[in-house]
């Protein structure tokens, strides 16, 4: 993977972060959101 790339630069520093604060993290990047594969709403996925 690329060392620059949103993944290396963003999101696992920030997994990382939640984690050391002890909150519970979870990969949901090929999540299933419901029947239609998005929120209740019809929109994106929660973010929590």
């Known amino acids: 993977?690329?060392?620059f790339s949103?993944?290396?630069l963003v999101e696992?520093?920030?997994i990382e972060l939640f984690s050391e604060l002890e909150y519970e993290?979870?990969?949901c990047f090929r999540g299933n959101w419901g029947?239609?594969?998005v929120g209740e709403t019809g929109g994106?996925?929660?973010v929590v």
């Open 6 to 8: 949103k993944d290396m």
């Open 12 to 14: 696992q520093p920030t």
């Open 35 to 37: 029947k239609l594969g």
């Open 44 to 46: 994106h996925p929660p």
């Open 25 to 27: 993290t979870a990969n």
């Open 1 to 3: 993977m690329n060392d």
